[in-house]
């Protein structure tokens, strides 16, 4: 059984910043890619960023590239987003993901096999 956990959300005005967390526990597995989705009302689920089990990979959405910031500790079994200059477009609960078939990250949410229960995000202006 594998449990993800994220923390890290909350409100914050536009322009601020948060630090989302998630940390994997029970039967991890040797190497395994992670990623991060969001959601907002009424929106499908969407990919945030991703990030291989060494660090070397790491795709983003468009709508984040240059302000999100996806990194791991595999010592702990825990990956971060930073997120800065946020913007109410970026309200959403946010779900990080693992993958345990594949070292590289992709951007399809069918390809994760384990979920955490989300944290909320939101941005007021």
């Known amino acids: 059984q594998v449990q993800l956990v994220e923390s890290g959300g909350g409100l914050v005005q536009a322009g601020g910043s948060l630090r989302l967390s998630c940390a994997a526990s029970?039967?991890?597995?040797?190497?395994?890619?992670m990623g991060w989705f969001r959601q907002a009302p009424g929106k499908e689920r969407e990919f945030v960023a991703a990030?291989?089990?060494?660090?070397?990979?790491?795709p983003y959405a468009d709508s984040v590239k240059g302000r999100f910031t996806i990194s791991r500790t595999n010592a702990k079994n825990t990956v971060y987003l930073q997120m800065n200059s946020l913007q109410p477009g970026d309200t959403a609960v946010y779900y990080c993901?693992?993958?345990?078939?594949?070292?590289?990250?992709?951007?399809?949410?069918?390809?994760?096999?384990?979920w955490g229960p989300g944290t909320q995000v939101t941005v007021s202006s």
């Open positions: 993901a693992a993958d345990f078939s594949r070292a590289i990250p992709t951007n399809t949410p069918g390809q994760y096999a384990y």
């Open positions: 029970g039967r991890t597995a040797s190497s395994y890619a």
């Open positions: 990030i291989s089990y060494s660090g070397g990979t790491k």
